[in-house]
């Protein structure tokens, strides 16, 4: 089932400001809150689906990417917001309620205290790799199984950093609330801000006996498997994410992301321009004056095309639909072939006096008027690629 438009799911325009998505976000998460709407399975996921919106077009660098190149810029390559666990919502965008309004309305969650804090733990690093294809690959999508070393979640603590169950306690500095409340005396009067608590970074707990495997860190440096759906139609140097895939946070953090740079394997006989695919096509110059029948490489395999009797050096040809589908969009670029005239740089004797006979023909004397109009006839051709 295709992703629904980011836009849509937030009810705003691509031209809202980030203001605007921000309340547009805390409209519907405050409307499908799992609290407000306790064992409704279709209320969470509208409520996982506007944090993935969220996440996205809050962050400027993803909805560029995602205005580019849709769903396949920011999550085409596995992913998306589906992936993260309640915990992880709340987490990373519990702050633009305020300090109250999930404790107010929906029993402290969210403003401190049980579970969705502002923070959990310490958020994982991102990672960028880069990943090889080949034109074939970008013409028909590839799936890419590689192996990452990066800092996976302890299986011994799952993640807590602790020993037993016995070794966690309630922080003492925030008393379990995850923040920390400071009130500063200003010219305007009295101001209360809150942050993160320095000491449990957001989890409401202590650890008095760390895990013997991670030492509390809550994550081991190891390697991870990972499966990457890349969409048809990607462009050299684009750039998709896989959300959650990065390093895995410490004592218990929200994971990085996944950056997947994409680069294009150059082909030995096919280049391309844009969706396009251009090929040089050379032939002899008896092959050129008399026509023949020629196999030339594309994309899907060799095929058979025709050489009219005449052809002219720079003839262009084309073959519809043989080049590469528009990333997230209907259609594919053509194969575009421009014939060349080979001239041999050494002549027999016996290929001289023919060539030499041929040379006083008025057939093979060049008409400076034709040559031109088939010249602008090329040109507006090659214009149109």
Known sequence: MAKRDFYEILGVGKSASADEIKKAYRKMALQFHPDKNPGNKEAEEKFKEAAEAYEVLSDQQKKAKY???????????GGGAHHMNMDDIFSQFGDIFGESVFGDFFGGRGGGGGRGQRTRGIRGSNIRIK????????AEGARKTIKVKKYVVCDVCSG????DASSVSTCKTCNGAGVVRRVQNTILGQMATTQTCPTCHGSGQQVTASCNKCHGDGRVYGEDTINIDIPAGVNDGIELSMNGKGNAGEKGGPNGDLL???EEVKDNDLKREGNHILYDLYISFADAALGTKVEVPTIDGKVRVTIPEGTQSG??????????????SYGKGDQIIEVHIWVPRKLSSEERKVLEKLQASKNFIPDINETRKEKGF???MKDMF
């Open 131 to 138: 990943v090889k294809l080949t034109l074939k690959e970008i």
């Open 160 to 163: 807590s950093g602790a020993k």
């Open 315 to 328: 003839h262009i040809m084309r073959l519809k639909g043989k080049g590469l589908p528009s990333l997230n």
């Open 260 to 262: 997947i740079s994409i």
């Open 378 to 380: 090329f040109d507006k």
């Open 67 to 77: 205005d580019q190149f849709g769903h396949a810029g920011v999550g085409g390559a």
